[in-house]
């Protein structure tokens, strides 16, 4: 384990380039899902790595249900993120473009991350239902950095969370720090959405 020690401006800037991250990878899936129906010409042309939060704005315009429940969890982790940076007084622009936060978020995010390799539309809903449950784990690793105050945390927290799942997906994990509570929410909220793909072939 690493002795180097981190601030607490270093543990906000990081969760809030793993929320931006996790807004990214949804986008990711809402095209992964619109290349299989509704957007089949872009299939092979767009390039899943260059994509930004900014692309959402064609799901948006899309009927796909799976795609609408997508959308819906960008949404709700944009908002999150604002008021994340609302609570923190937080410079959105100086945050997300700080290289250190950046890559301090990004070793925590790829250790959560998979890559799923769905090659029908009913792959990618499966591989789908795969990453919420990935980002419910990447969340909460963040909000036990935040209140430990350390990084390298991936043990203590990988046999944690199996024991807390459920309380946390139901909102019922108390904590008195703003941010945790904030990212508890959108864990929820999440869930919620994730409820709804269950129903959709």
Known sequence: MSDKKYTEDQFIGMIA?????????FCEYGYLLAFEKELPDLKGLVELDTISNADFELLETLGDPA????????????????SYMLINNLDEYEVLDNEEFRE????????YMIDYEGQTYTDVLNDLNGLYY???????????????K???????????FFEIVDDLLANKLET???NVAL???????????????EHIE
């Open 67 to 82: 795609v609408k429940v997508v959308v819906k969890s960008i949404h709700k982790v944009e908002e999150c993120l604002k």
């Open 104 to 111: 301090l978020a990004a070793d925590v995010f790829f250790a």
């Open 17 to 25: 380039q793993i929320l931006s991250f996790v807004s990214i990878k």
């Open 134 to 148: 990935n980002i419910y784990q990447l969340l909460y690793h963040a909000t036990r950095q935040l209140v430990l």
């Open 150 to 160: 350390e990084m390298e945390i991936y043990d203590q927290v990988y046999d944690e």
């Open 176 to 178: 008195d720090n703003k």
């Open 183 to 197: 990212l508890h929410n959108l864990i929820t909220a999440l869930a919620e959405d994730e409820n709804q793909l």
